[in-house]
């Protein structure tokens, strides 16, 4: 069985950083394309970075330069290193896994999803 659990999240000021982590079970992290997400309270679920198979990554303009994924094969853990995070980024973060068409942010094509980490950002 599948299963992602989203950690890292917190309150931070402008400018600030997080590093949040998606720890995977039940496959290997890097079988799968995979990506970030954030929603915040009003709005829809909107992808903020997605990760290939093969390391090919497609980023939201609005994170482009601030934020960077990574993975760690060995822990089978996803990353999201968030830098000069702003009170915009405010909003729950979730990872997901198994994208059926690459590169996407559509919520409709990935396969399992973490419950979420929220992240605030105060000005």
């Known amino acids: 069985q599948v299963q992602l659990q989203e950690s890292g999240g917190g309150s931070v000021q402008s400018g600030g950083s997080l590093r949040l982590s998606c720890a995977a079970s039940?496959?290997?992290?890097?079988?799968?394309?995979m990506g970030w997400f954030r929603q915040a309270p009003g709005k829809e679920r909107g992808g903020v970075v997605a990760i290939d198979d093969d390391g090919s990554t497609s980023y939201a303009d609005s994170v482009m330069g601030r934020f960077t994924i990574s993975q760690d094969k060995a822990k089978n853990t996803l990353y999201l290193q968030m830098n000069s995070l702003k009170p915009e980024d405010t909003a729950m973060y979730y990872c997901?896994?198994?994208?059926?068409?690459?590169?996407?942010?559509?919520?409709?094509?990935?396969?399992?999803w973490g419950p979420g980490t929220q992240v605030t950002v105060s000005s």
């Open positions: 039940g496959y290997t992290l890097s079988s799968y394309c």
């Open positions: 997901a896994a198994d994208c059926r068409s690459w590169p996407t942010f559509d919520t409709t094509e990935y396969k399992y």
